[in-house]
């Protein structure tokens, strides 16, 4: 069954707590921080071991490399202070609609509530690194797996979010490199019915550059977004989206990133798990990212290639998945709920109600 070792380490000047396969040789770290994912480094056969995820070392690196380093600037503040450029962590993206409403619908079009929405951070919803304390989280092993638990009180770490209102935590690491699995529950012991949009943010790098990575998937739908990135709650069938129609293969669209800026949501059918690969074909390997209920949505987003000096290559693609899309919680109030496509629908939970998710990275193996 092999064995796990857990070890304190330090990635450039961040503070990790590494759990590895000393069997496989298989990683997982992660900070103190908002539970970041610093390295996850996974066997692959007849390859060797490969670290899929970019971590806020790799971009301090990068900002450095291109002159884009502030004074004192280290990896360590970037990942406190600047949001969720590298890593993985937990996202709750109804926070990303910066001094929006959530307006909360019923089944029978009944209105539950409506929510000021604030925000952590104004680029992103995610729990802020630097909030969450050491004591946070432990770690544990036995002789088939490790993980890390813990507990969030969302009222005190992100606003918008009534107390009472707790995410669960489990990170669960195989010995046998069948992947990663994050599972939530989030409870709800609050006074009101509340909405949830959670997900992860996470920054994956296969290879030197993204420009060499495909992407593919099952999804059968993009939301459809106005000038500001709002979703319409229109869903555009994926055979028919600009930038993946030319991909569209009839059951998978298999997309090339090459130039591609991309900040897109994929839906998916009822009888599909949500799932993106992402891959490097020369270098033969890549790893696949789903979430489970099968509701769920994937945002993927990239480096505009325009914004980088013409002697640097973007390095990373994020790949999110997620409950529900944030911005879908605060469509216009006066839009009616005929409008909007079912599977944008909101997820509400229940005062004295729990609801549990999981999000899965496996590495993905390109058959020779």
């Avoid at 890390?148 to 979010?161: C, H, M, Q, W």
């Amino acid at each position: 069954m092999g064995k796990h070792e857990i070890t304190d380490i330090t990635i450039e000047d961040i503070p990790c707590m590494q759990l590895q396969n000393l069997e496989t040789g298989a990683i997982y770290a992660v900070s103190p921080y908002g539970l970041s994912l610093e390295r996850l480094q996974f066997p692959f056969e007849d390859i060797g071991l490969r670290d899929v995820v970019y971590g806020h070392a790799d971009w301090a690196e990068h900002r450095r490399n291109v002159g884009l380093a502030e004074e004192g600037e280290t990896a360590l503040s970037l990942l406190q202070e600047k949001g969720t450029g590298a890593g993985g962590t937990l996202i709750f993206p109804a926070n990303r609609v910066h001094g929006g409403k959530i307006k909360v619908v019923g089944p029978n079009g009944e209105v539950y509530g409506n929510y000021d929405v604030g925000t952590n951070h104004e680029a992103s919803g995610s729990l802020l690194h630097g909030n969450t304390p050491k004591s946070f989280f432990d770690f544990e092993i036995n002789e088939a797996y490790g993980f890390v638990k813990g507990s969030i009180p969302l009222s005190e770490t992100l606003s918008g979010f009534p107390a009472g209102v707790h995410a669960f935590v489990h990170h669960s690491f195989s010995i046998h490199g069948q992947g990663f699995r994050r599972g939530y529950s989030i409870t709800n012991n609050s006074d009101n019915n509340i909405p949830i949009a959670l997900g992860n943010h996470d920054s994956f790098r296969i290879g030197d550059s993204i420009e060499d990575m495909v992407l593919e998937t099952a999804a059968d739908g993009v939301l459809e977004t106005d000038d500001q990135n709002n979703p319409t709650g229109r869903v555009i069938p994926i055979d028919e989206h600009p930038l993946f129609r030319d991909g569209y293969r009839g059951y998978r669209t298999i997309v090339p990133l090459r130039e591609l800026s991309l900040d897109n949501t994929f839906t998916f059918p009822n009888h599909e798990f949500p799932e993106v690969k992402v891959y490097n074909p020369s270098e033969g390997y890549g790893v696949s990212i789903s979430v489970s209920p099968a509701q769920g949505m994937i945002t993927v987003w990239t480096n505009d290639p325009a914004s980088f000096p013409a002697n640097d290559r973007r390095k990373f693609i994020a790949v999110e998945p997620l409950t529900a899309h944030g911005a879908t919680l605060s469509l216009p109030a006066e839009r009616a709920l005929r409008d909007i496509d079912p599977r944008l629908a909101q997820v509400l939970l229940p005062r004295g109600k729990a609801m549990h998710y999981e999000f899965l990275i496996k590495p993905y193996l390109i058959a020779s």
